[in-house]
């Protein structure tokens, strides 16, 4: 098992290969800067959201607006700080007009998120909205209305978390019903990280090649055998 060192040098390794990210190429073309992610690289809880904003994508950080305001209320209700948790998105790069992540734009993206779950190591993992749900959940049908507040065990490439789906906060700053909601499902989160962390799957057992014996050379044909004489 990698050291907590060696995992937080290869995140800084992910990190510079984001930045200079064209795997989509709207987005490299108008975005400001590239939004990583930003947090406690060894955080038992990991929050993943949408796709960064105008605040994000000026100052390269996620949650900086009103969104990242309430997110930090939250968190501090529950005994918890920004500097605690790890915060990332679905997609780095703002998308023209804060619209909705595009399907090639989150399977381009997905496998830094992958490598971000994998490295930092979470034990809960809570998304934020429909996209991130969806996308973590490996269900594009199912939304968060009918999954917000109900946690599971998932197993995301190589880690396996307990997920736990939220409502993103932006939805819930204008409607006081809805933050009620969100500030009862955040009520939770301590009770999740208490429980034992998931059962990690399996290493791949990698099989080392055998090398086969070189089978012995063949006498050369006789020359009559060589012109079809026999």
């Not at 060192?5 to 930045?19: G, P, T």
């Not at 105008?54 to 968190?75: C, H, I, M, S, Y």
């Not at 997920?163 to 009862?184: G, K, N, Q, V, W």
Request: glycine share 6%; aromatic share 6%.
């Amino acid at each position: 098992m990698a050291t907590a060192e060696a995992r937080r040098e290869e995140l800084k390794a992910v990190w510079h290969e984001c930045q200079a990210c064209v795997r989509c190429p709207q987005l490299a073309a108008t975005r400001t800067k590239v939004v990583f992610g930003a947090g406690h690289a060894d955080a038992d809880l990991m929050f993943v959201g949408e796709a960064p904003g105008a605040n994000e994508d000026k100052q390269g950080l996620p949650f900086v607006g009103q969104a990242g305001r309430l997110l930090e209320t939250l968190l501090s209700e529950i005994g918890l700080a920004r500097g605690d948790v790890f915060i990332a998105n679905v997609l780095r790069c703002r998308p023209p007009g804060n619209r909705d992540p595009l399907p090639t734009e989150i399977e381009n993206c997905s496998d830094y998120l992958f490598r971000q779950l994998d490295l930092i190591q979470p034990r809960v993992v809570c998304t934020l909205g429909n996209f991130s749900t969806k996308l973590l959940r490996g269900d594009p049908a199912t939304g968060i209305t009918r999954l917000h507040g109900r946690d599971e065990v998932r197993t995301i490439g190589p880690r396996t978390v307990r997920l736990f789906p939220l409502y993103h906060p932006a939805a819930a700053l204008y409607t006081p019903s809805m933050l009620e909601i969100l500030r009862t499902d955040f009520a939770r989160i301590p009770d999740l990280l208490a429980q034992p962390a998931p059962e990690q799957p399996a290493p791949a057992v990698v099989v080392p090649a055998v090398e086969l014996p070189e089978e012995p050379a063949l006498p050369a044909p006789e020359p009559q055998a060589q012109l079809g004489l026999f």
